[in-house]
């Protein structure tokens, strides 16, 4: 009897003390991997590869999450073809990605118009053309749609934070209605200003408008590859734009011999991420020239998942 009782009192403290030691360590939450299909662009520009291909281009990479790009299925397309047309390219894409087993995230959306523009009539067709991806990204399952803010030449910031709120504004209340988010990448000129850039996003104040840090896009004047005339500060910036953020962009262009990014402190953009409790996808995003675009899209993966795993 007493070998019984001394038996349960020992189960008893081991699985208390399991309990105390689980409950003090903290749970690490799995980082979420999706691949922007940008990194591809080349492939699918200059190589023939069939954009259609990308859900299993990503699964080849076990990367879960899929970001698409507007641009490779409508280049040259008129608008007055774009609302029977980007349907068909949505279901398409939808039948790749589960034949893959992927998880659509999000579409980046180029070329459809200056939404910050001080021409009501084009900045209502660009709302309009946004539109049409909205409702792809509802019938993909995405989340949201990356739209840009790149000012038109010769705007004040005044007037591009006026009719940014004007534009995106009207876009998001549309998203709305369909449950789908409208993010804004910082992406050249002003919208590279994480400051400014925010205060559009304060002024909106819509739960379903938000930033897509980007944390190579900080280049105000020139190109951040390398000629940046006016940069902002990318750590900075990253911060000031996480508190809208419903996306993040891991942009890479080389790394060193112990696979970290040259141009930015990955271990510093990421801390940063985590400080603001977002826990959605990362997007891996590619755009080097020293490495294959598949090497690149494996050594940024890799670099998530190492620092990641140190979080």
């Not at 899929?66 to 980007?86: C, P």
């Not at 993010?183 to 919208?191: A, F």
């Not at 112990?258 to 990955?266: A, F, L, P, S």
Request: charged share 25%; proline share 3%.
């Amino acid at each position: 009897m007493k070998k019984v009782q001394f038996l349960s009192k020992l189960f008893l403290i081991v699985f208390l003390s399991t309990a105390m030691f689980s409950s003090c360590t903290p749970e690490k939450k799995e980082l979420k991997i999706s691949l922007a299909q940008w990194s591809y662009h080349r492939a699918f520009r200059n190589d023939g590869v069939d954009p259609f291909e990308f859900a299993k281009m990503a699964k080849e990479l076990d990367i879960e999450g899929l970001e698409y790009v507007s641009q490779l299925y409508t280049h040259g397309m008129a608008d007055q073809d774009k609302a029977t047309e980007i349907p068909k390219i949505a279901t398409e894409l939808k039948k790749r990605s589960e034949l893959h087993g992927r998880t659509n995230v999000l579409i980046m959306v180029d070329g459809e118009g200056p939404l910050a523009s001080s021409d009501e009539k084009k900045r209502n067709q660009a709302i309009l053309n946004h539109s049409y991806w909205v409702d792809a990204a509802a019938t993909l399952g995405c989340t949201s749609i990356r739209v840009n803010l790149a000012p038109t030449r010769g705007l004040s910031d005044e007037e591009w934070h006026k009719n940014s709120v004007i534009g995106l504004g009207a876009l998001a209340d549309i998203a709305a209605k369909k449950n789908i988010n409208v993010i804004v990448e910082n992406h050249g000129g002003i919208s590279s200003d994480g400051a400014k850039l925010a205060a559009v996003m304060a002024e909106i104040n819509k739960s379903n408008c938000g930033t897509l840090p980007d944390f190579g896009n900080f280049c105000i004047d020139g190109s951040p590859r390398g000629d940046c005339k006016v940069e902002y500060d990318r750590y900075k910036g990253t911060k000031e734009l996480m508190p809208y953020a419903k996306g993040v962009s891991a942009k890479s262009y080389d790394f060193d011999v112990e696979g970290n990014e040259t141009k930015m402190d990955y271990n510093k953009l990421l801390q940063i991420v985590k400080d603001a409790g977002y826990t959605g996808f990362i997007g891996v995003e590619y755009e080097g020239d020293r490495l294959s675009e598949k090497e690149g899209i494996i050594a940024t993966k890799e670099l998530l998942l190492k620092i990641g795993l140190e979080y």
